[in-house]
Each structure stands twice: as structure tokens, then as C-alpha cells.
């Protein structure tokens, strides 16, 4: 039994070594400059092919937390490039500032596509969480002048997205309150008074401005929705509402219910649901 586990632990281990072997890192990449604060991006990059197309990740963490380090790469065997980028929290400046870096960093990783080496025609956003939300509200928020902002040295370069990836988003802030759970309403309205500036109750329009689902338009990209049918975090009325929105459009919409997951579960992780995503992605032009 011990030598068995000793041979499933190195065979563990070299498929780690591998996989990183496989992967190219490119860290703390400093794509642009907000409130003399240095906002950076890591890509994670497969060494084949060698034009992958990119995937833009935006971390989670109720828009006042998190990082862009340790980003799923679950996507990567099956070619694509991703890149890890770091906003403003919400503490520090509230919506729309974190849009605003984040189409700064898609930016900037167009502009710098040949540099790095992905593909620059079509780029993926994926998020999940407040991430999710915030991959939302930038996929359905292509061209709009008030969230694109200024930041960064590649302010006419486009920031448009051509698909989207949404893990479990918040996607409507004026129906959000109705639908949770007590545990959800304690999580949610510090968060998003701190997210919009002040108690949601006072900045209606703000916070319908700051849902995707009222952004939707017959132009925008490809969505695939994830939701967890136990996740008393985000309601899964949230990702029932927005995938409405699209279908409504007659846009490109699919949505995976996941049985038995939470707001955080190994499901969202495995290979069978990235073979989707890629199946999807495919059939959208990537």
C-alpha cells in the first residue's frame, strides 16, 4: 500500500512538472497606471500552438478582494492562452473603476498581441463571481464610451470581446436583494455598497448600469453560463436572468446547471466542463 501511494504521489507530481514545463509565464506585466497605482496582468501561455487565442480571466471575490494570482488553466490543454489580470478593488474606487482596468488590460494585451504571441482578432473574457459579473458586464458593454475610460497608452485600440465566459455572476442588481438567501443578503449588501458607493436603495440607475442584464444588445458575443444549482452565494436566478436576456436578442446562449455544487466546488474544475466550453468556443469562431 505505502509503495502505491509513493507511486501515485510521483506520477502526481511529474504530471505537474510536466504541465508547468508545457507552460509559458509571463508575470506582473504592468499594463497600465490608475491612482499612482500599478495595475498588472500574468499570461499564461501553451507552448503549442504557438497563435493560441486568449482568454482574459477576472478574478472573484466580492470586487474588494482577490488576486490574479492562481487563475484556472483548465482551458490551456485545449489551446487556448489565458491572461490573469488585477483591477482596482471596490475599497479603493468604486464601479466603474474596475471595468475601466479591466478594458485597459484587454487593451493593452491586443495592442501586444504580436509580442507575447496569441491571436488579437478574437478575444474570450471569463470570470467568475463578482468576476463573472464584471466578464459579463464587459461582454455586453462592447463600444459603450462611458465604461470604456482612458487608462493606459492604447486608448484606440479596441477592447471588444468576442465571447464570454460567466462562472455563477451576479447579473442584475435591481433583482438580487428578492432572490437570496439570508446568508447572500449578509455577504451582498456591504458588498455592493461598497462596490456602487452607497446603499444600493439610493443608486437605482448606477446599479441597473452596472447589470449586464439590462446591457444586452442584439451585437453582443457568445455566452456560456455556469451555475451551481446549491449556491446560496449568487442566486442561480441570476444566470437564469441574464441567459433570458440574450435568448430574448436571439443571441448565442448556453447555460450548465451543475447538481449538487456550491458557490465553490471541484465540478467547476473538471475536464468533462472545460470540454464544453471548448466545444462552444469552436462552434463561436475560435
Same mark, same amino acid.
Given at each position: 500500500?505505502?509503495?502505491?501511494?509513493?507511486?501515485?504521489?510521483?506520477?502526481? %507530481?511529474?504530471?505537474?512538472?510536466?504541465?508547468?514545463?508545457?507552460?509559458?509565464?509571463? $508575470? !506582473?506585466? @504592468?499594463?497600465?497606471?490608475? =491612482?499612482? $497605482?500599478?495595475?498588472?496582468?500574468? #499570461?499564461?501561455?501553451?507552448?503549442?500552438?504557438?497563435?493560441?487565442?486568449?482568454? &482574459?480571466? &477576472?478574478?472573484?471575490?466580492?470586487?474588494?478582494?482577490?488576486?490574479?494570482?492562481?487563475?484556472?488553466?483548465?482551458?490551456?490543454?485545449?489551446? +487556448?492562452?489565458?491572461?490573469?489580470?488585477?483591477?482596482?478593488?471596490?475599497?479603493?474606487?468604486?464601479?466603474?473603476?474596475?471595468?475601466?482596468?479591466i478594458k485597459a488590460a484587454i487593451r493593452f494585451l491586443r495592442a501586444n498581441a504580436s509580442k507575447y504571441g496569441y491571436k488579437s482578432d478574437k478575444i474570450i473574457i471569463w470570470g467568475s463571481s463578482s468576476g463573472g459579473h464584471l466578464a459579463a458586464l464587459?461582454?455586453?458593454?462592447?463600444?459603450?464610451? @462611458?465604461?470604456?475610460?482612458?487608462?493606459?497608452?492604447?486608448?484606440?485600440?479596441?477592447?471588444?470581446?468576442?465571447? %464570454?465566459? !460567466?462562472?455563477?455572476?451576479?447579473?442584475?442588481?435591481?433583482?438580487?436583494?428578492?432572490?437570496?438567501?439570508?446568508?447572500?443578503?449578509?455577504?451582498?449588501?456591504?458588498?455592493?455598497?461598497?462596490?456602487?458607493?452607497?446603499?444600493? *436603495?439610493?443608486?437605482?440607475?448606477?446599479? $441597473?448600469?452596472?447589470?449586464? &442584464?439590462?446591457?444586452? !444588445?442584439?451585437? =453582443?458575443?457568445?455566452?456560456?453560463?455556469?451555475?451551481?444549482?446549491?449556491?446560496?452565494? @449568487?442566486?442561480?436566478?441570476?444566470?437564469?436572468?441574464?441567459?433570458?436576456? +440574450?435568448?430574448?436578442?436571439?443571441? $448565442?446562449?448556453?447555460?450548465?446547471?451543475?447538481? *449538487?455544487?456550491?458557490?465553490?466546488?471541484?465540478?467547476?474544475?473538471?475536464?468533462?466542463?472545460?470540454?464544453? #466550453? *471548448?466545444?462552444?468556443?469552436k462552434g463561436s469562431g475560435f
Amino acid at each position: 500500500m505505502k509503495t502505491t501511494l509513493l507511486l501515485t504521489l510521483f506520477i502526481f %507530481c511529474s504530471l505537474q512538472i510536466q504541465a508547468q514545463n508545457d507552460i509559458e509565464i509571463t $508575470k !506582473d506585466i @504592468v499594463f497600465a497606471e490608475a =491612482d499612482g $497605482k500599478k495595475l498588472q496582468l500574468d #499570461i499564461y501561455k501553451p507552448k503549442a500552438p504557438k497563435e493560441p487565442y486568449l482568454i &482574459v480571466w &477576472v478574478h472573484g471575490g466580492a470586487w474588494n478582494t482577490g488576486s490574479k494570482e492562481n487563475p484556472p488553466l483548465g482551458l490551456l490543454p485545449f489551446g +487556448y492562452a489565458l491572461a490573469s489580470v488585477d483591477f482596482r478593488a471596490s475599497t479603493e474606487k468604486p464601479f466603474p473603476a474596475d471595468v475601466h482596468d479591466i478594458k485597459a488590460a484587454i487593451r493593452f494585451l491586443r495592442a501586444n498581441a504580436s509580442k507575447y504571441g496569441y491571436k488579437s482578432d478574437k478575444i474570450i473574457i471569463w470570470g467568475s463571481s463578482s468576476g463573472g459579473h464584471l466578464a459579463a458586464l464587459v461582454a455586453t458593454t462592447n463600444n459603450n464610451t @462611458v465604461l470604456e475610460g482612458n487608462l493606459g497608452n492604447f486608448t484606440n485600440t479596441s477592447s471588444s470581446v468576442q465571447a %464570454c465566459i !460567466d462562472f455563477f455572476g451576479p447579473t442584475n442588481f435591481l433583482t438580487i436583494l428578492n432572490q437570496s438567501t439570508p446568508h447572500g443578503l449578509n455577504v451582498r449588501l456591504p458588498a455592493l455598497a461598497i462596490l456602487l458607493g452607497k446603499p444600493l *436603495d439610493q443608486v437605482t440607475e448606477l446599479a $441597473k448600469s452596472a447589470s449586464p &442584464v439590462y446591457q444586452v !444588445d442584439a451585437n =453582443d458575443p457568445p455566452l456560456f453560463i455556469v451555475h451551481g444549482e446549491q449556491d446560496i452565494q @449568487v442566486p442561480i436566478n441570476q444566470s437564469i436572468e441574464l441567459m433570458s436576456a +440574450y435568448k430574448s436578442k436571439n443571441l $448565442k446562449v448556453q447555460i450548465e446547471f451543475i447538481p *449538487d455544487a456550491g458557490h465553490s466546488s471541484p465540478a467547476y474544475a473538471k475536464k468533462e466542463l472545460m470540454e464544453k #466550453i *471548448d466545444i462552444f468556443l469552436k462552434g463561436s469562431g475560435f
